[in-house]
C-alpha cells in the first residue's frame, strides 16, 4: 500500500508540475542552517522549468559514487522492451568486482535473474553486481554500456560528466556535477519505471529483504529519518564522501535535492560519526517547508507602470498590466512593498491605434538584488489613432529630420546670400545713379554759368546810353 501511495503521488506531482502556471524563474536564497556538503541543489518541483532555490557548487566537479547508477538505470530501461526478462551473471562480470570492496546482493554466476529485480537491486540496495550484469545485457559489454551512459548524459545536456564504469566505484577521470546530476534526474523522474524503482523503500532477494539505502527512509535512524522523504539514490565512495538524491513533499510543497561530497563527522556534540549527506537533506528540506511559500508578486491586469502614446485621438499615455498571476516561490511573510519592477527594453512610446492587450514590453521583478520573475505587460486600454495629430506630427516628424534641417539651413543661407547681393546691388545703381545725377547737375550747373557769362560778356559790348 505505501508503494502504491508513492507512485500515485510521484504521478501526482509530475502532472502538476506540467499544468502548473507558476513563474518559470525564482530566486536562490541562503538557507538559515549549516550544510555540511561541498555542493547542494534544491530545486522546486511545483513549477514544470524546475526553478533552483538554493544552491552551493553547483558546477563544481565531484566524484558521484553510486549516483551513477541513476544513469544506469535509464539506459537499461530506455534501452530493454521487456523488463521481465531474464539473464544470467556471467564469469566476468563476476570477477569485475572482485577485491574492490563494491556492495554487491551476492548473485552468483550463472544465476538466472530478471532484468526488472536487477533494476531493483541496482537502485534500492545499490547493488553492483546488478549493474554489471545489466550492462551486459543491453550491451553485450561493460565498456559499451559506459559509451551508451555517456551518450545518453550528454543528449539531455550534461556538459561536465564522464563515466568509465556502471556503478560508481572511484576513478579519477569519473565525474560529474550537482547540476548534472539535476539534469539526470530530472530527465529520469519523468520515466514511469524509473520512479518505481527508485522510490520504493525495499526488495526481497534470494530470502531476504533488503532496505533502501536512503537511511531518511527509516525511521530506526532517529538523526536521518524524515518522514516526508522518497528515494532516489545514495552514494558514498572515500574520494566523494557521501552523497544523496532525494526528494520530499509537504503541505502541498515539492522538493529534490542534491547533496554532494558531505563528510562523515561529529555534529551536534554527538559522540558518534554521522553521514552528514542524509542530515544536509533534511536540513534543507526543513528549511524550505519552513520558510519558502509561494506568493503572488503582481496580479493580472495590474498596473505596473504606463507610457506615452503618439497620435492618440482619446489619450496621450496608455496604462501597462500584468498579462498573468506571477506566483513565485519565496520567503515567508515577503514584503511586497520590498519588490523593484524593472522595464529595461521599455519603448519611449507607442503609436495609435493601440488595442488592448498588446503586449508592450517585459518586466523583471526584483526582489532582494535578484530577478525572481518576469512578466510581460499589455497596453491596458484601446487607444485610437487622430489623424489630424498624425498629419501635424507627420509635419513635425519631417521638419526634425537632420537632412531636412540641412536642406533648410542651405536654403536660408542661400537666399541670405542672396538678399545680401541684392542689397549689394542695388546700392551699387543707387551708388551710381547718384555719381550720374551729380555729373549731370554739375553738367548742368556748368552750362549755367557759362550761360551767364556769356550774357555778361554781350553786355559789356553795348554802347553806353548817351546823356541828353
Known amino acids: 500500500m505505501k508503494k502504491t501511495l508513492s507512485y500515485i503521488f510521484t504521478a501526482f506531482v509530475l502532472v502538476f508540475a506540467l499544468i502548473s502556471p507558476f513563474s518559470a524563474e525564482a530566486a536562490t536564497y541562503t538557507p538559515d542552517r549549516e550544510i555540511y556538503a561541498e555542493a ?9 522549468s524546475y526553478p533552483v532555490v538554493a544552491e552551493k557548487n553547483a558546477d563544481e566537479k565531484l566524484y558521484p559514487a553510486s549516483l551513477t547508477k541513476i544513469v544506469t538505470a535509464m539506459v537499461t530501461i530506455n534501452n530493454v522492451t521487456d523488463l521481465s526478462a531474464t539473464t544470467t551473471m556471467s564469469q566476468t ?3 569485475s568486482l572482485l577485491g574492490t570492496g563494491a556492495q554487491v546482493a551476492g548473485i552468483d554466476v550463472g544465476e538466472e535473474i530478471t532484468i526488472d529485480k536487477l533494476l531493483y ?29 555517456n551518450k545518453w548524459v550528454q543528449s539531455i545536456g550534461c556538459e561536465n560528466t564522464n563515466f568509465v ?13 550537482a547540476r548534472d546530476m539535476s539534469i539526470i534526474t530530472l ?13 520504493a523503500t525495499e526488495v526481497e532477494y534470494d530470502g531476504y529483504t533488503l532496505t533502501h539505502t536512503n537511511l531518511m527512509l527509516n525511521s530506526g535512524y532517529v538523526t536521518y529519518y524524515y518522514e516526508y522523504a522518497q528515494g532516489i539514490k545514495t552514494g558514498s565512495t572515500d574520494e566523494g564522501k557521501y552523497c544523496v538524491i532525494t526528494k520530499a513533499s509537504k503541505d502541498g510543497y515539492n522538493y529534490l535535492t542534491i547533496v554532494m561530497k558531505s563528510p562523515q563527522q561529529k555534529i551536534k556534540n554527538q559522540s558518534y560519526l ?4 542524509f542530515v544536509d537533506a533534511k536540513s534543507l528540506f526543513e528549511w524550505a517547508f519552513d520558510s519558502l511559500k509561494y506568493t503572488i508578486l503582481v496580479s493580472e491586469d495590474e498596473v505596473v507602470s504606463e507610457i506615452a502614446v503618439e497620435n492618440g485621438k482619446n489619450a496621450d499615455s496608455v496604462q501597462l498590466v500584468a498579462t498573468e498571476d506571477i506566483n513565485v516561490i519565496v520567503p515567508s511573510g515577503l514584503d511586497k512593498s520590498a519588490i523593484i519592477f524593472d522595464i529595461p527594453e521599455k519603448p519611449e512610446s507607442v ?28 497596453a491596458a486600454e484601446n487607444i485610437e489613432l487622430s489623424t489630424f495629430l498624425k498629419m501635424i506630427n507627420a509635419v513635425k516628424s519631417f521638419f526634425s529630420l537632420t537632412v531636412v534641417k540641412v536642406v533648410l539651413i542651405v536654403i536660408v543661407i542661400a537666399v541670405l546670400i542672396y538678399l545680401y547681393s541684392l542689397y ?26 557759362s550761360s551767364n557769362s556769356g550774357r555778361r560778356k554781350s553786355n559789356e559790348d553795348l554802347p553806353s546810353p548817351r546823356r541828353r
Open 93 to 95: 562480470a563476476y570477477d
Open 274 to 277: 554521522t553521514k552528514c549527506s
Open 187 to 199: 530527465k529520469a523522474l519523468e520515466n514511469s519505471d524509473f520512479v518505481r524503482y527508485s522510490t
Open 121 to 149: 537491486l541496482a537502485m534500492v540496495y545499490s547493488a553492483c553486481d546488478a549493474c554489471q550484469v545489466l550492462a551486459e545485457y543491453v550491451s553485450g559489454s561493460i565498456d559499451a554500456f559506459v559509451e551508451e551512459m
Open 351 to 378: 503609436s495609435a491605434p493601440v488595442t488592448k492587450g498588446d503586449v508592450i514590453c517585459t518586466a523583471n521583478i526584483i526582489y532582494g538584488d535578484e530577478i525572481i520573475a518576469t512578466v510581460e505587460l499589455t
Open 40 to 48: 547542494y541543489m534544491l530545486i522546486n518541483l511545483d513549477d514544470s
Open 165 to 177: 564504469n556502471t556503478e560508481g566505484l572511484h576513478d579519477d577521470n569519473h565525474y560529474t556535477t
Open 424 to 449: 549689394r546691388s542695388l546700392k551699387k545703381k543707387q551708388k551710381n545713379r547718384a555719381r550720374k545725377r551729380a555729373r549731370q547737375q554739375k553738367h548742368n550747373d556748368d552750362d549755367n554759368r
